[in-house]
């Protein structure tokens, strides 16, 4: 770490501390423990990665290494990033269609992957055949999700299992095949595991209450004959 | 994809580039933060700044920066949020100095002197070279020692040295002004 002269610790330093979420040296805790300035420094930072919208996800250019993982000395952040309405950078823009959901109510959100980039749905953009779908949700106290998509005999199940951790996709991808027609989908999130007549129910009805909740997406396809 | 859980598929190759996407918004989530409060101690609570932090972070995500060590990143961020900084300054054409500073600065950050440093990088900002306003940047505004500005530009501590020396050579007028 570096330190002035006096003891004082850098801003630059204690960025550093906070980003890399990892402890520091003796030193550097010791300092941090007794300095109310930097304490308050930090929980500003804290705050401030709480108030953070969601990002859209930039494309990966070509050749780039995947991230550094820095790690999390707290799962506030990401757990308040997932509840808060995802909202693309650009200031003062609407929520996006794509999501469904407030603060502190359960949400989905869409992820989109197309050859090497990954992003979150729109809400609005077409999908292509190919094009390999996932979801993440964020359950607030809700246990189970399950994943439901227009068949022969209505809607059927295509998945169910118990909520993932915050921040986590549900472990499996749908690829959206070359078929014309537009796709349909709705995830279910619900207290208790529905049978597949509640399931279709809730699906059917969008029902949004305290031990169920509904999110059905819309999903124009472009094929090739459509280009 | 709907309408057959047959088409339902695993795929590895795609849970991969998923958690990248993950790694992208807790990446995100640790290094905005500093970043904004960095721009914002300059420039103030304001959509500038604001606009600063985020195009700092998508170069940053853009970058070949991203596997360095924490160091390393966090030096890139302030070279390039200072720079960025800087220009929106210059088109600025204003100063801030009644603005409060940011809530929360370390031990580090003297209120009084990073109030009138600021004051002084705005008037100055579109007549001197930014190699000079940065370093004044970062020792004056920022806090940080001459060792670790010397890290963020890329020179020597005695290049640092020079440079602050010359900004307080064109800033003196203005301090006496301020001051009086």
């Known amino acids: ?227 | 994809m709907a309408g057959s859980p047959a088409l339902l598929r695993l795929s590895i190759g795609d849970r991969a580039s998923l958690i990248a996407a993950t790694d992208f918004e807790r990446t995100y989530a640790r290094l905005l933060p500093p970043i904004c409060a960095k721009c914002r101690r300059l420039l103030g609570r304001s959509h500038g700044a604001d606009d600063v932090a985020q195009e700092t972070f998508l170069r940053f995500w853009k970058s070949d920066v991203r596997d360095g060590e924490p160091r390393v990143v966090m030096a890139w961020l302030y070279k390039t949020a200072t720079r960025l900084a800087i220009d929106v300054l210059r088109d600025r054409r204003r100063t801030d100095v009644d603005e409060a500073p940011e809530e929360g600065t370390p031990c580090a950050v003297d209120v009084r002197a990073h109030l009138e440093a600021r004051a002084v990088i705005a008037s100055l900002a579109a007549s001197v070279p930014e190699d000079e306003l940065s370093a004044a940047v970062l020792c004056r505004v920022d806090g940080l020692p001459q060792p670790e500005a010397a890290l963020v530009l890329g020179v020597s501590e005695r290049t640092v040295r020079r440079l602050l020396d010359r900004f307080d050579e064109r800033a003196a007028p203005l301090r006496k002004e301020l001051s009086s």
């Open chain 1, 1 to 227: 770490m570096t330190t002035k002269a006096d003891g004082e610790v850098s801003t630059f330093t204690l960025d550093v501390y906070w980003a890399s979420g990892k402890p520091a040296d003796a030193t550097l805790e010791q300092h941090i423990a007794g300095c109310a300035r930097c304490r308050a420094y930090l929980a500003s930072l804290e705050l401030e990665a709480g108030r953070l919208p969601v990002p859209v996800v930039p494309a990966r250019p070509d050749g780039v290494r995947p991230a550094r993982r820095w790690a999390l000395p707290s799962a506030v952040a990401t757990g308040l990033a997932l509840a808060a309405c995802v909202l693309l950078l650009v200031r003062g823009r609407p929520t996006e269609p794509g999501y469904v959901g407030a603060k502190g109510t359960p949400a989905v959100q869409l992820l989109l992957h197309r050859q090497s980039d990954t992003w979150i749905w729109d809400g609005r953009s077409p999908v292509r055949p190919g094009d390999a779908l996932a979801l993440r949700v964020a359950c607030e106290g809700l246990d189970h999700v399950a994943v439901a998509a227009p068949g022969a005999q209505g809607w059927a199940r295509l998945s169910d299992a118990p909520c993932p951790g915050p921040g986590e996709a549900l472990p499996f991808t749908l690829v959206v095949d070359d078929q014309p027609g537009d796709e349909r989908l709705a995830v279910v999130l619900s207290r208790d595991v529905l049978d597949d007549e509640s399931l279709r129910r809730a699906v059917v009805e969008e029902r949004r209450a305290s031990d169920v909740w509904t999110v059905a997406f819309l999903l124009t396809k472009k094929t090739e004959s459509d280009r």
